[in-house]
């Protein structure tokens, strides 16, 4: 349903989006994550018609962006970062203006009108203007008009961004629900966001896509070099070529902490929790006076770190409470 093929824009100097290639499907919900900066909404915004892309191609519902904005806009429901909300204009009202600027006919928008406000949970609020609205409820309002003509597609941009646990939950459960129906395209720089939400993950960084995949394929992927963490307290030039030795390990890096205690970051190319206990077994025969053995957790943080640094990027692969996956960079 949206095809894009090395779409590349910039603005001046800045290479927004670097050829940037992905296909989304019906029936799924995709999280296109990255950090502030990364190009997320520039793609969206050719995605929507309402940037123009300096190369590359796009089609969304089998239209092209270039050619066929019409088409494209009448299978697409859009919510912009800031959704344009006019504050004095009543729920309702708004949702009728938006009614007609999406061309609706008149039999059908009464109906339309109130399938949005139930789908949204809007039914509160109704006699409200939108500038009363919490932000959550504002949310909620350009959620209701990206959907009033029935896109197939809808392409959000940060939808939860602002809004309260309670409020980021409610909406998460909209894009899952909207999600059984069509494709949902949406944008966050929260990582845990996309687990809770989506079927599949688009990773973007400094304009170009480094992941696709289901969460589980993004994981596998990182596993092939799990991390483990160990300090022992003694001689780190006895210690280390002991390691190297083991088997199951491919890297050793250490660092030298207070009383002689020092770090091991260590990778391998095996099961982690094997290479664990080897590491173990040999801290037992040799009498290491052990002070933490863990294996690192992968968490999307382990995976974003992981395809955004240069060797890892593979840009043709296809493929709780928040935590941000990258310093924020300025929007
Ligand atoms: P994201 O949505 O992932 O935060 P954006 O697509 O907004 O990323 O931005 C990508 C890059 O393009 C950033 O470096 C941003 O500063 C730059 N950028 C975005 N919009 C403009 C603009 N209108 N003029 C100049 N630079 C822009």
Redesign the pocket.
Same mark, same amino acid.
């Given at each position: 349903m949206i095809e894009v093929r090395e779409l590349t824009k910039s603005? /001046?100097p =800045?290479l927004?989006v670097d050829q940037v290639s992905f296909d989304a499907n019906a029936g799924e919900v995709v999280g296109f994550i990255?950090p502030?900066?990364? /190009?997320? =909404?520039?793609t969206m915004r050719i995605l929507t018609c309402y940037l123009t892309a300096d190369a590359g191609n796009a089609t969304v519902a089998g239209y092209d962006v270039l050619e066929h904005a019409i088409d494209v806009r009448k299978n697409v429901g859009y919510l912009p970062e800031s959704a344009p909300l006019y504050a004095d204009m009543g729920v309702v009202e708004y949702l009728k203006f938006m009614a007609e600027v999406r061309d609706l006919p008149k039999s059908q928008r009464k109906e339309r009108i109130n399938t949005v406000i139930d789908i949204c949970g809007l039914e509160g609020v109704i006699q409200k203007d939108i500038g009363e609205l919490s932000k959550g409820y504002r949310q909620r309002v350009g959620l209701a008009q990206s959907l009033i003509h029935d896109p197939p597609i809808l392409i959000l941009d940060e939808p939860t961004s602002g809004l309260d646990p309670t409020q980021t939950i409610e909406i998460r459960n909209l894009i899952i629900e909207m999600g059984k129906e069509k494709l949902v395209l949406f944008?966050t720089h929260i990582l845990p966001e996309v687990a809770a939400t989506c079927s599949r993950i688009l990773m973007i960084n400094q304009g170009e896509i480094v992941a696709n995949g289901t969460l589980e394929e993004l994981i596998d992927q990182v596993r092939s070099e799990e991390r483990i963490h160990l300090v022992i307290r003694g001689p780190e030039e006895d210690i280390t070529p002991e390691l190297k030795a083991l088997d199951a390990i491919t890297g050793v890096s250490q660092s030298i902490m207070d009383n002689g205690v020092v770090t091991y970051e260590i990778t391998t190319s095996q099961d982690g929790y094997e290479a664990t206990s080897a590491i173990f077994r040999a801290a037992q025969q040799n009498s290491w006076d052990l002070v933490e053995l863990r294996q690192e957790t992968i968490d999307l943080e382990n995976i974003f770190l992981h395809y955004s640094t240069g060797e890892n990027r593979s840009p043709s692969n296809n493929t709780e409470p928040s935590t941000d996956v990258s310093p924020a960079e300025?929007?």
């Open positions: 603005y /001046g =800045t927004a990255g502030n900066g990364a /190009g997320k =909404t520039t944008s300025e929007e």
